[in-house]
């Protein structure tokens, strides 16, 4: 993923942010609120390990391979009732041929009310953003882009499996979000459809039908990474504002409103447009920084994209998060 300036439209969105937080300030204090779910910050930890320990998942990758088998076998393992291997092929920036694989996986399939959890489990196959040049073509370990996202994924499947929700939950974990183009290519033109390669695929071919639609998405992004904060994605709060507003008020009921702040950040290419634009409203939670600006974690697109540098705490706060959207979404 990466980011767009949108200065001039963020300035006046920020504004009207400002406006809105003084009046919330007069509301009464909520009363106790009743935590649901059990979401294990060590094993969402040990399943973003386990990718990682895969090497880098780069697509087309004997590791990347071995890593798709596993998810996919992880998912059963935790009780989904379906789990299918959705593959294509599709035009990287360069021109060349790249295989995708998306990761499709459904629980409690008769519930016509339904929600999608998303992740890209793919790595990039550059460190790009390395201040070395000499390393710029070394591939990434992804601990926090890709595998931290899928890891709180994984969680939530394993809760999933144990206490059924009253809504179905389907989890996407999408491929070739992170091939896009290159900062060392000087691409010419608009290189923003050269990310999220999977995703776009799964959106020109929902498997779904009028009456099983989701409700909504979730987008997990960069959720591991040191003293993570999550300001609001820009596109998610501009074109899935009801459902941004919802995981934002969760995370404050949870007592977790400093990593949630309640003010939007950048604007980020990610698996959330093509969802957004085949209509499902899809919020991306993504390391975002600042207010505004917004920014990632310092690691990103480097070698420094490893274990070294994942936080439970940050994996904690979005699956809980995450886990009481889901239990306490009615029929
Ligand atoms: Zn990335």
Redesign the pocket.
Known sequence: ??HINYIVALIIFAALQACSAKAEKTSAPAAKFEERGHFSADSAYAYTARQVDFGPRTPGSAAHDACAAWLEESLRSFGADTVMTLRSTATAWDGSSIPVRNIFARFNPGATTRILLTA?YD??PWADHESDPDRHHTPID?AN??ASGVGVLLEIARNLGLNTPEIGVDILLNDC??S?SPAFADAQGDTEDTWCLGTQHFAANLPYSAVDRPRFGILL??VGGRDARFHKEYFSAMRAPAETAKIWSMAAKLGLGDKFPAQVGGAITDDHLPLLDAGIPTVDIIENQNAVTGSFNPT??TLDDNMDNIDRTSLDAVGRVVLNIIYYEKI
């Open positions: 993923m990466r890209h790595t990039r992804g882009d890709g979000e992170d896009g992004d960069m990103w697109h």
